[in-house]
């Protein structure tokens, strides 16, 4: 494993980071709830492109190593032995039936690396088989129509840090809400296992499990390391109590942290992240979306007498005040976003610290960009918005940082 990984703050200086660009996945985004729920509307996927390359190469102007997932899942599946770990779960029986596994396997198996990526991310309709089924056809494979996806395509896959979140020197994979978006989450953890740059690495805090989790979700954008020991979890509609107890349990009994809290989520608006309500931008400074934030109910916990129990505190004071507590600080000085996370393009959450004091950000955000600069914050303006309102900080998972 690269010794290097490990992300214990927002803020710490940024090395590394992993992102998936757009392209095949996104143009198949079918119209509709889906569309509506993901990215507001059909996305501009030319434009969407461009954008993410101009990310992408400001992360690198500023010292941060890109990896992108087609290229790291291609690699990963040159060897034998992930391929077989990755298309023994996508094509489990649950999920396609048996007759189309006979006739998918032996085409998916002997594909180039390079391809077999692009198809597992970007989807596959009946009209791209290269090859005329055999018998026997089973039910799926003779209901669908040249249009029909064999394999489903993970438009979702484009906001990375969605799928797993680095905590310490480990990662949890998510079980994101919708349930067409938790095939991500299987492909960060074929790469994860089996590619050199990750072989070791501990991907034990949550996420593991070969078993229905049941109620349990969990999505990476309500997770933040916020420093050495230190964990802060969103709670509500995207990660569920039941995710929030195990991940805690798991960290506090393993040494991944000392102290976790957790923060209860508005139930509206309905894609609501902690990262929506909240961005770390330099040591002292947040920006937050609105007024909500203080409203919140907030609890601490820590590991109890007994290793597998759990101690919980209900905290009186307002969110920010428990922050600063916790971080040492006299107080945290805030920026109020221009507009209600969901709202408009003055929203000015999400954004992504590449180090104390410096941010990318969209520049559609002026407002809150100009409160930014007046704080002393350095505001890297680029292109956003083409696949929705997410901000910097929802297209890429840090997987390196520097200690504060």
Not at 55 to 62: G, N, S
Not at 170 to 179: I, K, N, Q
Not at 317 to 345: H, I, M, N, T
Request: glycine share 10%; net charge negative.
């Amino acid at each position: 494993m690269d010794p290097s990984l490990g992300v214990h703050s927002e803020l710490g200086r940024l090395r590394q980071v992993l992102v998936c660009r757009p392209g095949m996945a996104q143009r198949r985004q079918s119209p509709g709830a889906e569309a509506g729920a993901l990215f507001d509307a059909l996305p501009l996927v030319d434009q969407a492109a461009e954008e993410h390359s101009r990310f992408c190469a400001a992360l690198r102007l500023l010292g941060v190593e890109v990896l992108e997932l087609h290229h790291l899942l291609a690699g990963t599946l040159e060897r034998r032995i992930a391929r077989n770990w990755l298309l023994d779960r996508w094509l489990d029986p649950t999920r396609v039936d048996i007759e189309l596994t006979q006739q998918l396997r032996p085409w998916l198996q002997d594909l180039p690396a390079v391809e077999l990526a692009e198809r597992l991310i970007g989807g596959l309709v009946r009209a791209e088989l290269p090859f005329d089924p055999t018998e026997p056809q089973g039910l799926q494979m003779r209901s669908a129509d040249p249009r029909t996806p064999l394999l489903p395509p993970l438009p979702g896959s484009v906001l990375m840090r969605d799928s797993s979140v680095w905590i310490g020197d480990g990662v949890a994979l998510s079980r994101l809400r919708a349930p067409e978006r938790r095939d991500e989450a299987l492909l960060l953890g074929v790469v994860y296992h089996f590619h050199p740059r990750f072989v070791g690495c501990n991907t034990g805090w949550w996420g593991e499990g070969e078993q229905d989790p049941g109620p349990a979700l969990l999505a990476g954008g309500d997770v933040m390391p916020l420093s050495k020991g230190l964990v802060l979890l969103g709670m509500g509609q995207h990660t569920t109590v039941q995710a929030v107890s195990q991940l805690a349990r798991n960290l506090l009994s393993r040494g991944g942290a000392d102290r976790v809290l957790v923060a209860r989520l508005p139930a509206m608006p309905v894609g609501c992240h902690l990262d929506r309500l909240l961005s770390f931008c330099d040591r002292d400074l947040v920006v937050v979306g609105g007024s909500a934030l203080n409203a919140l109910q907030t609890f601490s916990l820590r590991r109890g007498k007994r290793n597998d129990v759990l101690e919980v505190q209900q905290e009186t004071r307002p969110l920010l005040q428990v922050l600063a507590e916790a971080l040492e600080l006299k107080q945290l000085r805030v920026v109020v976003s221009g507009g209600d996370p969901g709202g408009p393009w003055e929203d000015g959450g999400q954004l992504l610290a590449i180090s104390p004091g410096q941010v990318l950000a969209w520049h559609r955000n002026a407002h809150t960009n100009a409160q930014l600069r007046e704080a002393g914050v350095e505001v890297i303006e680029l292109p956003g918005g083409s696949l929705g309102r997410a901000g910097s900080h929802a297209y890429a998972c840090p997987i390196s940082r520097e200690p504060l």
